[in-house]
C-alpha cells in the first residue's frame, strides 16, 4: 500500500512543517488519509451509536468535547439566547476507503429541551443523516432544522425497532414537514447492510447537489 | 486511576481523570494561534523531530505525539488517549509549533468535491452485509 510519499498531500489547506516521510526505514512512510464526515444526528436513545458501531470498522470511540448551548430561554426576560459551553460525550467510528481516503460517521449528541449548536462538531460535513424512533417523533425536529437551516443534504432514517414502523412514511413525512427533496427511508441500525445502504442515500444526494 | 476512590454514584463516561483536563493547557481553551479551527477529523502525524524528541516530552505531550506515529484525526486521539477533544485541540497546535506534529486540516472543497464522493459511494458500495463475511484487513 506504500505510495510515493508526498509532501503536500491533496485536499489539505495547510502545507506540513516537514515531507511526510519518516527517515528511518523502520517506519512506513505515512501520509493521512483525506477524512470526509457525515454526521448522525438524532434524539437520545434512538440508536446512533448503534449505527455507527455496525458499519465502523473500529469499535466506536467516545469523546469529550466542549459546544455551545443555546438556553430554551422560557426564563429569560431578556428574549436573548443565553449561550453556555457544555461538555457532551460524542461517539464515532470510520470507513477506510483507501489509504488515501477515510469516512469518518460522528454522532451529535442528543438534545432535549436544549438547542445545541453543533456547528464545531458538523462544520465541514458532507451530510447528515437523521435518525427516528416513530415512537418519539418530537425528539428529531431539532436535528431536522438544523441540518435544513444550514443547507447540510440530508435523510430521514426511520430505526425500525423489531421490524415495527408506528407510522408510514407519508405520516412521517408529514409530522416532520420536510419537503419530497428530503428522502425518508425505513433501515435497521444494527444491520451492516442496512446502515451503508442509508449511507449512500445520503452521499448520492449530497453527489447530485454538487453536480446540480 | 487505581489509587483514587471510585466518586459516588454511576458515572455515565467513566472515571474522572486525574488532572483537571485545562490544567495540562495552562488554561488555554481553543484554537488561539492559527485562526482557523481544526475540525474534528483534522490529521495529525508525528514529525521525525517529534519522534526524536519523544524522550524529552512529558505526559500528554508524549503520549499525542506516540500516538500519531500513525496518522490520528484529533478526535481519535481524544478518545484513544482519553483526553477531552478542546485539550488535543491545543496541545496538537503546540505540538505544531514546536515542529513535533504534522496538522493537515482538511480543505472542505477538496472533501465536498463529486469525485471523492463518487469514491466515497463505490467504497461503502463493496462493504458485504453482514459482519461474519470474511475481509481483508491488510
Keep these: 500500500m506504500a505510495s510515493e510519499p508526498s509532501p503536500t498531500p491533496e485536499g489539505y489547506s495547510v502545507t506540513p512543517t516537514e515531507p511526510l516521510v519518516h527517515g528511518s526505514a523502520a517506519h512506513t512512510p505515512v501520509r493521512p488519509p483525506l477524512p470526509v464526515k457525515m454526521v448522525i444526528a438524532g434524539g437520545f436513545g434512538v440508536g446512533k451509536t448503534t449505527t455507527v458501531g455496525a458499519i465502523s470498522e473500529i469499535e466506536p470511540l467516545t469523546t469529550e468535547a466542549a459546544i455551545t448551548e443555546v438556553a430554551a430561554g422560557v426564563d429569560d426576560l431578556t428574549h436573548t439566547p443565553r449561550k453556555t459551553t457544555t461538555t457532551v460525550a460524542m461517539d464515532f467510528g470510520c470507513i477506510t476507503i483507501d489509504p488515501t481516503l477515510k469516512l469518518y460517521l460522528f454522532g451529535t449528541p442528543g438534545q432535549d429541551r436544549f438547542g445545541f449548536m453543533w456547528d464545531d462538531i458538523v462544520e465541514g460535513a458532507v451530510g447528515g443523516l437523521v435518525i427516528v424512533d416513530t415512537r418519539r417523533l418530537d425528539d428529531c425536529y431539532a436535528a431536522v432544522d438544523y441540518f435544513e437551516h444550514k443547507g447540510i443534504p440530508f435523510a430521514v432514517a426511520i430505526n425500525a425497532f423489531d421490524g415495527a414502523v408506528e407510522h408510514t412514511l407519508d405520516e412521517v413525512r408529514w409530522a416532520l414537514d420536510v419537503t419530497d427533496g428530503v428522502p425518508l427511508v425505513v433501515f435497521d441500525a444494527r444491520e451492516r447492510g442496512s446502515v451503508r445502504d442509508a449511507l449512500l442515500v445520503v452521499l448520492e444526494l449530497a453527489l447530485a447537489r454538487t453536480e446540480g | ?138
Excluded at chain 2, 505526559?59 to 486521539?77: K, M, Y
Design chain 2, 1 to 138: 486511576m487505581a489509587d483514587g476512590s471510585p466518586p459516588p454514584g454511576p458515572d455515565p463516561v467513566g472515571p474522572a481523570p486525574a488532572v483537571r483536563p485545562f490544567l495540562v493547557t495552562s488554561g488555554r481553551v481553543a484554537n488561539t494561534a492559527s485562526g482557523r479551527t481544526m475540525p474534528v477529523e483534522t490529521q495529525v502525524v508525528a514529525t521525525v523531530a517529534g519522534l526524536d524528541a519523544l524522550d524529552g516530552l512529558s505526559f500528554e505531550r508524549h503520549d499525542i505525539v506516540a500516538a500519531c506515529r500513525l496518522p490520528q484525526s484529533l478526535a481519535e486521539l481524544a478518545a484513544r488517549l482519553r483526553l477531552h477533544l478542546n485539550v488535543v485541540h491545543v496541545l496538537a497546535e503546540d505540538l505544531r509549533s514546536a515542529g513535533q506534529l504534522t496538522v493537515y486540516v482538511p480543505d472542505f472543497d477538496s472533501t465536498h468535491d463529486a469525485s471523492v464522493l463518487r469514491r466515497v459511494i463505490d467504497g461503502l458500495r463493496a462493504i458485504p452485509d453482514s459482519r461474519g463475511v470474511l475481509r481483508d484487513t491488510d
